[in-house]
């Protein structure tokens, strides 16, 4: 099972910014190993963020993102005590999903 997710979600005015860190290796399958051979990609394709239940951001993502990957941005409207979660997906079919309480 992938790591934890690590979210931060604060009040900034009318908003929240939410801050997300994200453990995964994000191979581009470009990289040779000791061996010579190609690494296969594996990599985080798909984001989902919900905002109490509701979908406020999707994301698609390619071989272009870095190692264990951060995410920001604002949630217009929330405010303390709204739940946020996050969900990715990568290329192998794992998944994982992580929500954090806005402050």
């Known amino acids: 099972m992938p790591d934890p997710m690590r979210i931060r979600a604060q009040v900034a005015g ?3 910014m939410v801050r997300v860190l994200m453990a995964h290796e994000m191979e581009t399958g ?3 190993d000791a061996t010579g051979l190609l690494v296969p990609a594996w990599h985080i ?3 989902l963020v919900l ?3 509701n979908p406020v951001l999707t994301a698609d993502w ?3 993102v870095s190692k264990n990957p ?3 941005f604002t949630i217009k409207g929330a405010k303390a005590g ?3 979660s996050v969900s990715w997906r990568d290329t192998k079919g794992e998944t994982r999903t992580d929500e954090a309480v806005v402050v």
């Open 30 to 32: 470009l990289r040779k």
């Open 45 to 47: 394709n798909e984001v």
């Open 70 to 72: 951060f995410l920001q």
């Open 14 to 16: 009318a908003n929240a």
């Open 62 to 64: 390619g071989t272009g």
């Open 51 to 53: 905002h109490n239940g």
């Open 82 to 84: 709204d739940k946020v």
